[in-house]
DNA sequence: ATCACGACCTGGAGGC
DNA sequence: TGCCTCCAGGTCGTGA
């Protein structure tokens, strides 16, 4: 579920449920490990988030950062199926429910993730970057924008097919496999296309799609599939106007040609093969 | 170094 | 009803 727009959706959810001003009185967890069988380091949450006040919720990325007024902030990756969910303390805890962050407004900040491919760490503020899953993030397309250049400079000589080098989380942090079709079929590229072939101008219609399609699915709340929804539990609408993805069988809204599917690297790719010739 | 692939984990949908 | 197979928004480790 969680690509950029979505985690962004949720960071918006969460300042607009006001999570910033709000104390941890105390930190809970399943017990479970997430991603990689990584244990969840409950003390040290515990130690970075007790007693202190949520100063606001940034993201790089698929990564959602909960600000604290303290030296270190919390991370949390969505994974696949993670939700982060703002609930009254009283109601139970659903199952899968991982980690759970108690409010001193009588409501918790909870984590829940059924394939527990997610992740909560903690990470230096200011120093976000030294943490290994961070240190390696190409630029965040809305927060930070792509540099012109950017895309074709680091495509050059790669082998790989396009759709896995905007995937590639290096490169431009943020893009999943629902977007990634989307951007290709908005830039007319094909799927089957080498990176290291784009050229300059191709390289910009990927940049500039990237922004369009990210932009206009955080305007819509992002896209729910199955398991997504915003701090509060509702959908987002995006899944409503996507473009390509999921549509294999039926008429590209374009040229009318059917949309095909295809598996690169064990994910869907969905594509029109006539008017994605770039 | 780069790339393709399987693995990680759970649950929902559809076929029989 | 139940059992089986396939599929799913992401990443990471392996081996070629």
Redesign the pocket.
Known sequence: ???LP?VESVRRDLVRRRLKGARVVRVRTSG??L???TPVPTAVLGKAARGRRITGVSRL???LLVEIDGPLSVMV?????GNLLIVPRHRPWA??THVVFELDDGRDLRFVD????G?VDTVTRGREREH??LAELGPDPIAEGIPDGHLWERAR?????VK??I???RVVAG????Y?SEVLWLARISPRR???KLGAEDARAVAVAIDEVLRFAIDNG???????VDAGGEP?SN?EFLLV?GRDGTPCLRCRTTIR?Q??????TYFCPTCQKR
């Open positions: 579920m969680p690509e979505e479970k490990p991603r990689m069988n990325g698929k990564y990756h969505l994974g696949m199926t199952p899968h059924p394939r527990r491919f992740m290994a899953a000589g790669k082998s790989a097919k896995t080098f995937l590639d989380q893009v999943g496999n629902i990634a080498k990176a290291g992002g896209t729910t599939l199955r398991d997504f987002g899944g993805y599917r598996v690169d690297q064990g994910r869907a």
